[in-house]
Every structure is written in C-alpha cells, then in structure tokens.
C-alpha cells in the first residue's frame, strides 16, 4: 500500500511563496496521476492541481492558474507545488492524492496527511 507524505509546512506572507513537497514512504509514484487537494476550515476539499503520469499534461484549478506550478520528479519519487504570490484565501491543509490524474477526489486511491499553510496578510 502506497503511503504519502507532505512536507513544507509554512507560514507565509501574502505575496509570498513557498513550495509543497510530496514523497512515497512506501510504494512508487511512477505510474499514476498525481494530484495536490487542500481543505480550509468548515470547507469541503478542493482541487488545486493534477499531472499526468508523465508529467506532460497539467490543470489547475482556476483560482490557482498563473500562481501555482506542479510538478513531479519520477526519479525522486516526488511531487511538488510551487506557490507564488500566496493570497489569505489560500490558507489551508494541503494534501496530496495519488491516483488517475484528474480534477475529481474519487479518482485518487492514496492520500498524505495534509500538510498546513498559513498566508498572512
């Protein structure tokens, strides 16, 4: 079973960036679509961003495009967020979601533990 984990918990000021990684413990990322989710609180989970297996093919979801960029490193197992120009309403748990690629959770099998960002204004 594939286990994941996000790390680059952070506080951040609006306008700001911070990047979001995501590791396999156990398991391999190769093979699937790979996706980033966040909650904020009294909110149900959102798309933020998927990639293909590849790579080559990304979405975004339409409050994040031209600020966000995900990416994933197959070689390191890993996927990645990048977040510029932060704004407040992006504060929320990050989780990252590992399944066919695609904007609907119940596409992803897989899920992290979230990992927390904070946007100050």
């Known amino acids: 079973q594939v286990q994941l984990e996000e790390s680059g918990v952070g506080l951040v000021l609006a306008g700001g960036s911070l990047r979001l990684s995501c590791t396999a413990s156990r398991g391999s990322l190769s093979n699937y679509g790979l996706a980033w989710f966040r909650q904020a609180p009294g909110k149900e989970r959102e798309f933020v961003a998927t990639?293909?297996?590849?790579?080559?093919?990304?979405d975004y979801a339409d409050s994040v495009k031209g600020r966000f960029t995900i990416s994933r490193d197959n070689a390191k197992n890993t996927l990645y967020l990048q977040m510029n120009n932060l704004k407040p309403e992006d504060k929320a748990v990050y989780y990252c979601g590992e399944g066919a690629a695609g904007s609907r959770y119940h596409t992803y099998d897989y899920w992290g533990q979230g990992t927390q960002v904070t946007v100050s204004s």
């Open positions: 990639v293909s297996w590849t790579g080559v093919s990304t």
